[in-house]
């Protein structure tokens, strides 16, 4: 596609029916028009006859532009939306297993502690570090562990949701009365 | 009201409004034939080969714009039918196909004659459908028939597993498919419509690009009186033709790359052009840094995924073909209000002359000899014969694209061509399901000795049916296009490409019953397409063309449209078009 901007990774959000056979209703999409999947997660949503799946998918404006009008075309896709550059919040859960020699175990410890990171299996040998957080989070995490010798990697992929809409900020609009005498008074935190 | 599945089936496909099925049994399917043995109001066409029933269908549906069924059985019989789902995909033809499986326990056991039919047709469906409990079976037909024939038609396949077909379950039937999941839009921005009739009117090179999608949402009446309004020019795509009669003056015939001289050109010189109902598929844009390069583009489509896929679009307009039209029809009517045609009128007429001049420059054309038989001279006799009325289906290969160039085309719903999928073979079992859905009328498959022998089985259906297809073989002893191919971009190297002497195709169409007649000298194909025409039942035409005939003007795959090969080159143009031979 001519003119296309610089490709990066882009999260989306879609809603489908909850029926057999979608997943690889979505999966055959992308592989079918060749498009890339970083990492896909599915869950049913409050309601059990919908699923919500989380794909975080690497192209340009083109490209996206096409797995979102493609992914809608499904017949049981009820909802897309591409949360890039909407406020939203994005975890991703990783269970680690990384090598505990005696000279490191406390190394392990320290970092596992600054990350918040969770030690959930200890051997004499390894300890396993539970740790969720953005990609930024993890991917230094990862930076630390690597050099300590780490045996396996499991990640769920990301999961992502909207920030809610700010509605607090409406409600306070008719309270504007209340406006403070005080002038360093910018506004109210309710 | 309980009844078995089959018995379910076949009451839906009634409510349905279904008449005609084309199919062929087998051991999964069993339970239908069975309740078909004294069900009243169906008729059912049995075919040869399972592809030939899903094409059948397809020559049903384009041609009444009602959904084709077809119905086969599980495994082998349901992979035979890929082909021809693939092809509806692609051409947006609205079929449902059912196909058999093998009971519900067994499903995932490699049972006798198990495939995994859904995963198998499920990239090239519009959507499928697994039944797993008989009272599914009502909601899931309706849904069936509801997506292939709304918004950008298609092909939806349901797999019934055996023991469903044979249980007894309630008769569920919804008033209304409701889906929350689907909900194509169908009127058109007004804004952007607004947009449109603007730019159509200031334009001063303006160009009409239409495709099938105009025939789909049965848009002619509309799209004529648009142009009218406007005095725009149309050009027509593959899938498009019979959208605008040919014999318009505003008609420009097929763009693409093997589309006139003069539409090619008017497209890329255009300053606006308005795409309705065409999807921008490679075989129309060339190379597409090239395409149009200085138009505005409106695009008018019922598949937002269609826009801007292949070509940046200024103007998208998602929504069904008729409705947008009529839309941009009384936007038009607005915007002349305020007399603003006469901005570019003068610039319109020269746009007009420079047309015309094209127009006399290259218009179709070849040789002519007294010896060999020109196969553009067939099809133009064919044209003249029938007058344009003809209902005119193709195989694949350079006799299609002769047909698309010198059919004279008049009317919609009367061209079947298979255009995205390019499947031979297409063309006799596509023909039959025209002529079982049209049997007052003349039916001519056009096809070429290669595509032909790809479903030449199907002559015993059209025989055994009375399905009076006239089958005109442009014979030229092989794979022609492959060989235009061969000759003009890989320097003359002709590989596996010829065919014949056998099968004696007169022999071959009397075998199956059929009339079979042959020509090999041009003073023959008049008498002998009058003799088909005027012979009861289905005939065979073989005639013996000259197989040194190339389809001109072609823009070589990859090339720009500007880079239109207009005759049988020299050297040095084969080198140019080899050297072009990036794209596919």
């Known amino acids: 596609m001519q003119n296309g901007n610089e490709p990066r990774k882009h999260t989306i959000a879609i809603q489908v029916e909850n029926k057999f056979g979608v997943l690889s209703r979505v999966a055959g999409l992308f592989s079918a028009r060749g498009y890339n999947i970083e990492s896909l997660s599915v869950g049913e949503t409050l309601d059990p006859t919908v699923s919500r799946m989380t794909i975080v998918v690497r192209g340009d404006e083109f490209i996206i532009e096409q797995v979102t009008k493609q992914l809608h075309k499904l017949i049981d896709v009820i909802k897309v939306t591409d949360l890039t550059d909407e406020s939203h919040v994005e975890r991703e859960l990783i269970l680690v297993r990384v090598n505990a020699e005696p000279t490191n175990r406390a190394e392990i410890l320290r970092v596992a502690d600054i990350f918040r990171a969770k030690v959930v299996d200890v051997t004499p040998a390894s300890y396993t570090l539970e740790a969720t957080g953005d990609e930024g989070k993890l991917e230094a995490l990862l930076e630390l562990l690597r050099p300590l010798g780490i045996q396996e990697l499991v990640r769920t992929g990301k999961v992502a949701i909207a920030r809610g809409p700010k509605t607090r900020v409406k409600k306070a609009e008719p309270k504007k009365a209340r406006v403070s005498d005080d002038p360093r008074v910018v506004g109210f935190a309710d | ?584």
């Not at chain 2, 697994?130 to 309706?142: A, H, Q, S, T």
């Open chain 2, 1 to 584: 009201m309980r009844m078995s599945g089959a018995r379910i089936l076949l009451e839906g496909l009634k409510r349905e409004g279904v008449d005609t099925i084309f199919g062929l049994p087998g051991g999964a399917v069993l339970p239908i034939y069975d309740v078909l043995y004294d069900f009243e109001g169906l008729r059912h066409i049995l075919v040869r080969q399972e592809a030939a029933a899903g094409h059948a269908a397809e020559g049903y549906a384009r041609t009444t714009g009602r959904v084709g069924v077809c119905l086969v059985t599980s495994g082998p019989a349901a992979t035979n039918l890929v082909t021809a789902l693939q092809d509806a995909l692609m051409d947006s033809i609205p079929i449902v196909a059912l196909t058999g499986q093998v009971p519900t326990h067994l499903i995932g056991n490699d049972a006798f004659q198990e495939a995994d039919n859904v995963g198998i047709t499920r990239p090239c469906t519009k959507h499928n459908f697994l039944v797993k409990d008989g009272k599914d079976l009502g909601p899931i037909l309706r849904e069936a028939f509801h997506i292939a024939s709304t918004g950008r038609p298609g092909p939806v396949h349901v797999d019934l597993p055996k023991d469903v077909l044979v249980k007894e379950a309630e008769l569920v039937w919804p008033d209304k498919v409701q889906m929350r999941s689907y909900n194509p839009n169908y009127d058109g921005h007004p804004g952007q419509i607004k947009r449109a009739a603007r730019l159509m009117l200031r334009a001063r090179k303006p160009v009409l690009y239409v495709g099938g999608g105009v025939i789909s949402a049965d848009a002619s009446a509309e799209l004529a009186e648009l142009v009218e309004l406007t005095q725009i020019p149309v050009t027509q795509t593959l899938m498009g033709l019979g959208a605008f009669p040919m014999e318009h003056p505003l008609s420009l015939d097929m763009l693409g790359m093997h589309g006139s001289y003069y539409a090619n050109m008017a497209v890329h010189h255009a300053d606006v052009l308005v795409a309705v109902g065409a999807r921008f598929d490679d075989r129309v844009t060339g190379r597409v840094d090239a395409f149009a390069p200085n138009a505005e583009i409106v695009h008018v489509d019922i598949d937002p995924s269609s826009i801007s896929k292949n070509i940046k679009v200024d103007v998208p307009i998602v929504g069904d073909c008729r409705r947008v039209l009529r839309a941009l029809i009384a936007a038009v009517k607005d915007e002349l209000r305020e007399d603003v045609a006469s901005l570019a009128k003068e610039a319109r007429k020269q746009w007009a002359a420079q047309i015309a001049d094209w127009k006399r420059a290259h218009p179709f054309h070849f040789g002519w000899s007294d010896d060999a038989i020109k196969p553009q001279y067939v099809i133009q006799e064919i044209s003249n014969l029938t007058r344009g009325e003809a209902m005119i289906v193709t195989g694949v290969g350079q006799h299609q694209m002769w047909a698309a160039q010198y059919y004279r085309f008049k009317h919609p719903r009367r061209w079947c061509t298979s255009g995205g999928l390019g499947t031979m073979g297409y063309g006799l079992p596509t023909a039959m399901g025209v002529a079982a859905a049209w049997p007052d009328r003349l039916v001519v498959n056009i096809d070429g000795d290669g595509s032909f022998q790809m479903n030449s089985q199907e002559l015993a259906t059209c025989h055994d049916n009375g399905l009076a297809v006239k089958t005109i073989i442009i014979n030229n002893g092989g794979h022609g296009m492959v060989r235009q191919w061969q000759g003009i971009i890989y320097k003359g190297r002709f590989c596996s490409i010829d065919l014949g002497p056998s099968p004696d195709f007169v022999k071959l169409a009397e075998a199956y019953g059929c009339a079979g007649i042959r020509a090999t000298k041009p003073s023959e194909v008049v008498p002998a397409l009058e003799e088909a025409f005027a012979t009861p039942g289905p005939v065979v035409v073989d005639v013996c063309v000259d197989k040194w005939e190339y389809v001109f003007p072609m823009v070589p795959a990859g090339g720009a449209n500007t880079d239109m090969i207009l005759e049988d080159p020299g050297a040095a143009a084969k080198d140019k078009a080899a050297k072009a031979q990036t794209g596919f």
